[in-house]
């Protein structure tokens, strides 16, 4: 049952959906907090240098702290924010699609797990985007009313 439901990508979407609306809170709330993503599909701007990006764990803990907290924000169905990385602080944006997030963590909580993070095969078609989207009444507005 539990590998059924893990496979199920209505209930992917369900949990993009989820950490949606769990981070907006956060970012609105002023809340800083952390974040662990499946690296192989976070994205840097600029890349990392070779050494840099090696020596991070399959599922690094980003903390979304001070200046980083400052930069984060919600982009479509990404988290971005700026980092710094190693001894000279190299500094890259940072992006993370929300279905790549395995965990949310605040004081050191995990506030959120997500176990279809890694699951290949969950990731969102357009259509799932916009539904997912569509769901939140917030973004009601955002539909042509014309």
């Known amino acids: 049952m539990l590998y059924d439901l893990l496979q199920d990508r209505r209930f992917a979407a369900l949990l993009r959906s989820h950490s949606a609306d769990l ?3 956060l970012l609105e709330e002023g809340q800083e907090f952390a974040v662990v993503a499946d690296l192989e599909r976070v994205t840097f701007e600029p890349p990392l240098p070779k050494e840099l990006f090696e020596a991070l764990p399959e599922f690094p ?3 979304l702290v001070n200046y980083t907290f400052q930069t984060a924000r919600l982009e479509g169905e990404r988290l971005r924010f700026e980092a710094g990385f190693g ?5 890259s944006l940072v992006s993370i699609p929300l279905d790549a997030i395995v965990e949310i963590v605040v004081d ?3 506030i959120f797990i997500n176990l279809t993070a890694t699951i290949k095969g969950n990731q969102p078609s357009a259509k799932d985007s916009m539904e997912i989207f569509l769901s939140n009444p917030e973004n009601q507005k955002f539909l042509n009313k014309g």
């Open 87 to 91: 001894p000279q602080n190299f500094g």
């Open 108 to 110: 050191e909580t995990p």
């Open 23 to 25: 981070l907006t809170y």
């Open 61 to 63: 803990l980003f903390l």
